[in-house]
């Protein structure tokens, strides 16, 4: 059984004990594409403006990952209301990246 038990932190019991796991953040299954997005923010924009950023998504199949970073097409969408659709991620990138106030260098 795996428990959230805090913004940051899992507790996985197993049949040696509980097993304790610490990340830059969990999200519950309460947490919507928004606020998945609300907290990658600020890291996307550091990426426009030239910083080096990763962005891992690790959880259950099915549980909307690939929809939410943008690495699955449209054929590979299971919910039709959606197909076609960039996950909110590259979506707010997309949006920013056409603001004619940001400019690149190179």
Known sequence: M????SPTSIAVDSPQGRKI???DRVFGQEVNQHGVWEY???SV???LQGYNVSLLAYGQSGAGKSYTMGTSGP????DPK?????????DQTNMQLQNPT?????
């Open 75 to 78: 054929g590979e969408q299971s």
């Open 82 to 90: 959606v197909m076609g659709e960039l996950g909110p991620v590259p």
């Open 40 to 42: 990658l923010e600020e």
């Open 21 to 23: 796991f610490v990340f």
């Open 2 to 5: 795996v428990h959230i038990t």
């Open 102 to 106: 940001l400019r690149f260098r190179v």
């Open 45 to 47: 924009n550091a990426f």
